[in-house]
């Protein structure tokens, strides 16, 4: 038996799982696993991407309803599942209000609908396992819900196999109990790992609970703690631990309390320390050391919000109107607004005498969330002369978004690569940290950058924003799509990339950051069909303006 | 009924329940936005106030329940129906969850009775419930846009007037506003943001020792709640007198020229937008004097509270708000350590 039998024990306690990957047979025998380890008759509910408030949390039972059987309420499918576990496919996709309003149900183990007339609290002591199969930076489950569930896993990577009996382990879980030093030792080794969050040591307590369950006893060994590091607390790393353990900072004038960690507590934490290091990922090692970012430790903004609506806008409420022509009818509004007038109305044998003046629609908000990306060259040539000045004109640019409310990406490129280093966001404090802490040097892969430009525009506008793209260069180009050496193949690439975003009709600028005015640039911006604005003569304020004006 | 976390038992974060209990002395101190990093308890400790406060004298029978002691506030229907019979509530702390649908924000026909009497009735909506008490929003900055125009419109009046379904309803919704979210999954927007009074950042304790005792602490609570509640008992019923002698405190806290003074330069120096942070600045350090059993304000008071009161009114630098803290402190530091 794999973690899921951890979950099988105890999954409101510990919220669930993330499994990473793409489909196969690894994720169908854990899931299978799952199922048959969960007591028999629990409920097990598959949650569609697309799923409406109404179903998810519940509503006016309308079929009743209209019976004539008075307000009758329809519990949600996270209600509906209480006890049991709900199963989200491409959660990397997942609408942020359906995942906050999982994370809330997780939360507070219950359901309060206030919703088409209704109050009601349901218990929805949940577990949600979430199939995260995103790919690319910008794909990534909602941070506030990955938070809420024990373990991330991929299928795939050997697991440690655990013994025992389900059952007995339920029976016997709220007997356990945890010796202090593994408290500590937990807490120690998740500050020592650079977790943030309180829950993750939370989790690892209640993964170690069920662990020690699991094997029929009432206390938590070392043993049950070091898989609860290696499983909850590794993935979740963010630092490698200082090399040697911190001695603690002498205090003479402070008298020991309870609180502190007792002699010998030091043992225990290099124990579970030394399991959850096992567990790190290699390449998580790798990029730590290198003092990289690891893109995936649930840090991230979410991709260009996918609202529950698609393309069509958000609902702002409704309003009278007519329902045909593609508009939605607001069902239970339209009765709400016959219903005064039925002793006054003709029935003609129904039960409801409805006149078109009655008739409701969903008022829609329509889309108009642009998002603005900017494409920000990094070559030596770049950052000998002008990476400062172009940062900002960025930032400024950046302050402009935030009046107007819109979302802002980053991409780099710089070398042979073009880096999304910040996903479409409208957290801008982030961005001006992304953008300060961006490198300089080496080639100009133009043509690499505006790829990934014109790719992230394109995953935009099926999502139903607006994109923009600014581009900051000098124009040099020298490294082409193949990521080879070479001006003239580089400059060809390039132009080639800038006509696709011409032909998709982007609103694009391309600003010139060169010491004199470049030809090279001038013709990537007419080949953008973009607007071109040499930075000597621009001034970052009047860049600003420009973006505003709609470029 | 579940028993709740105890207020007193919150390890750390002592800026957000400072706020809180500010909030419960002087409602007009206007709100409390708690902002930061996830799993840190805000949301805990807003539903544990819930528990902890006073019972407050309520009108019988009325929906809104309106205060007995201010009948010219008192909502149409009590007038109407001339109620003056005083009962003992509980301040309503109630929840705006998320999904949450206008109908039941604001208040709309009562469908049972129109669908099975015939009736034309207004059933109240969480604005109702929420007068004179609390109003929570857990992610507030995930909140649909009309949901949040709605709140700004009745928070700025202390009024929520209902044009719907034939129905023409006003009634009173004077309630603290208590937001909570993590601004990495959105900005709030500015206007709501000035809705708020106090804002507070709420980080992870880094000290280890805090964090051991915040987690076993809630680790104590999930497995024996009643215990837990049990164990902090005294300390929740101390905590609530002295909320309640804060309040009978208040009205005659004094506060002396020179520290108007002191507030009235942190404001210029720092470049606040009106009024409205000065005002809150005051009421906010009168309530922490009140608090702590001082009978005046000191200055001392104004300086443990400007940063909650002044943080989110700073001219904005839309790039910089992480340092807007920074800029309070230093703020103080140059005007009043010299």
Redesign the interface.
């Known amino acids: 038996m794999s973690a899921a039998a951890l979950l099988a024990v105890d999954p409101a306690?510990l919220g669930g799982a993330v499994l990473r990957g793409p489909p196969g047979p690894a994720r169908d025998r854990w899931l299978d696993e799952l199922r048959a380890l969960l007591p028999h008759g629990v409920p097990f509910r598959r949650i569609p991407l697309g799923i409406g408030?109404d179903r998810?949390?519940g509503?006016?039972d309308l079929g009743a309803?209209l019976l004539?059987h008075?307000?009758r309420a329809q519990r949600g499918v996270l209600a509906e599942a209480d006890g049991g576990v709900v199963l989200l496919a491409s959660a990397e996709r997942l609408p942020?209000?359906t995942a906050?309003?999982i994370a809330?149900a997780l939360?507070a183990g219950e359901?309060?609908?206030?919703?088409?007339?209704?109050?009601r609290r349901d218990p929805a002591r949940i577990a949600a396992i979430l199939f995260d199969e995103g790919i690319g930076p910008d794909e990534s489950v909602?941070?506030?819900l990955l938070?809420r569930l024990a373990f991330r896993l991929d299928p795939r990577e050997p697991a440690p196999e655990l013994e025992g009996d389900v059952l007995a382990a339920r029976a016997l879980l709220?007997r356990v109990s945890?010796p202090?030093e593994l408290?500590?030792a937990?807490?120690?080794t998740?500050?020592a790992l650079g977790i943030?969050?309180?829950?993750?040591?939370?989790f690892a307590?209640r993964a170690a609970r069920a662990a020690a369950a699991l094997a029929g006893r009432t206390m938590v060994d070392a043993d049950d703690a070091a898989l609860a590091g290696r499983l909850v607390l590794a993935p979740r790393a963010t630092a490698l631990p200082a090399p040697p353990p911190e001695p603690p900072p002498p205090e003479p004038d402070q008298a020991p309390?309870e609180?502190?960690?007792e002699p010998g507590a030091g043992t225990m934490d290099d124990i579970v320390l030394q399991a959850a290091l096992a567990a790190l990922p290699p390449d998580l090692l790798a990029r730590l050391a290198g003092g990289g970012r690891d893109t995936r430790t649930g840090?991230?903004?979410?991709s260009g919000v996918l609202r529950r609506q698609g393309t069509r806008g958000?609902?702002?409420?409704?309003r009278p109107g007519d329902p045909r022509g593609g508009n939605r009818l607001a069902l239970l509004?339209t009765?709400?607004?016959a219903?005064?007038?039925?002793?006054l109305r003709e029935h003609h044998g129904l039960a409801l005498a409805i006149r078109p003046g009655d008739l409701r629609i969903v008022r829609r908000?329509p889309r108009t969330e642009s998002t603005t990306i900017f494409l920000v060259d990094a070559s030596g040539s770049q950052a000998l002369g002008r990476l400062a000045e172009a940062k900002g004109a960025v930032?400024l640019l950046?302050?402009d978004c935030?009046?107007r409310?819109d979302q802002v990406a980053l991409i780099a490129f710089r070398g042979r690569t073009a880096e999304l280093v910040l996903p479409p966001t409208?957290?801008?404090?982030?961005?001006?940290r992304s953008l300060a802490g961006l490198p300089g040097g080496g080639g100009t892969p133009l043509a690499l950058g505006l790829d990934a430009g014109f790719a992230l525009a394109d995953s935009i506008r099926r999502r139903g924003g607006t994109p923009a793209i600014v581009v900051l260069t000098d124009g040099s180009a020298n490294v082409g799509r193949d990521g080879q050496g070479g001006r003239p193949a580089a400059e060809r690439d390039a132009e080639a990339a800038a006509r696709q975003i011409r032909a998709a009709g982007y609103r694009a600028l391309l600003v010139d950051s060169s010491m004199r005015p470049a030809p090279a640039a001038r013709r990537i911006a007419e080949a953008m069909g973009g607007r071109y604005v040499p930075l000597p003569f621009a001034g970052a304020s009047a860049i600003s303006g420009l973006v505003r004006s709609g470029a | 009924m579940r028993e709740t976390f105890p207020f007193s038992a919150i390890a750390g974060q002592e800026e957000m329940k400072r706020a809180l209990l500010i909030a419960a002395v002087d409602p007009s101190v206007g709100g409390v936005l708690a902002f930061g990093d996830r799993g840190t308890g805000k949301s805990t400790a807003v539903r544990a106030l819930a528990a902890l406060l006073p019972p407050m004298q309520a009108i019988a029978g009325c929906r809104y329940h309106c205060d007995p002691a201010q009948p010219d506030a008192a909502c149409d229907e009590c007038r109407a129906a001339g109620r003056s019979e005083a009962t003992s509530a509980r301040v309503p702390v109630v929840d705006l969850p998320l999904g949450a649908t206008e109908d039941r924000v604001v208040g709309a026909l009562d469908l049972e009775r129109a669908l099975v009497r015939g009736e034309k009735a207004f059933e109240p909506g969480l604005l109702a419930r929420a007068n004179r008490g609390f109003l929570y929003i857990d992610e507030v900055n995930l909140l649909e846009d009309h949901l949040v125009d709605l709140l700004i419109d009745v928070a700025a009046s202390g009024e929520n007037v209902v044009e719907r379904e034939g129905l023409s309803v006003r009634h009173p919704a004077r309630f603290v506003l208590v937001g909570s979210g993590n601004p990495e999954e959105g900005e709030l927007r500015p206007q709501l943001l000035d809705r708020f009074g106090l804002s507070v950042e709420v980080r992870t304790p880094e000290d280890i020792a805090t964090r051991i005792l915040i987690v076993r602490r809630r680790d104590q609570f999930d497995r024996d709640p009643a215990g837990v509640a049990a164990e902090w008992r005294a300390a929740e019923d101390g905590l609530r007198d002295s909320i309640v002698a804060a309040r009978s405190r208040i009205g005659g806290v004094e506060v002396p020229d020179d520290v108007l003074e002191d507030a009235a330069k942190l404001c210029l120096r720092l470049g606040t937008d009106g009024l409205r942070g000065e005002l809150t600045l005051m009421r906010a350090a009168r309530a922490l004097a009140a608090l702590s059993g001082a009978d005046r304000v000191e200055r001392a008071h104004v300086v443990q509270i400007a940063p909650s009161a002044l943080r989110h009114r700073l001219r904005r630098d839309p790039l910089d708000d992480a340092v807007s803290t920074t800029r309070v402190s230093r703020a103080v530091e140059e005007l009043f350590t010299a």
């Open positions: 306690g408030d998810l949390l509503g006016l309803t004539g008075g307000v942020a209000h906050a309003s809330g939360e359901i309060r609908m206030e919703r088409d007339g209704i109050t909602p941070p506030s938070d709220p945890v202090a408290v500590e937990l807490c120690q998740a500050a943030d969050s309180l829950r993750a040591p939370l307590l309390s609180d502190e960690p840090n991230q903004g979410r958000r609902p702002a409420g409704v509004d009765i709400r607004a219903l005064p007038f039925q002793r908000q930032q950046l302050a935030y009046v409310r409208r957290a801008l404090a982030r961005a001006k």
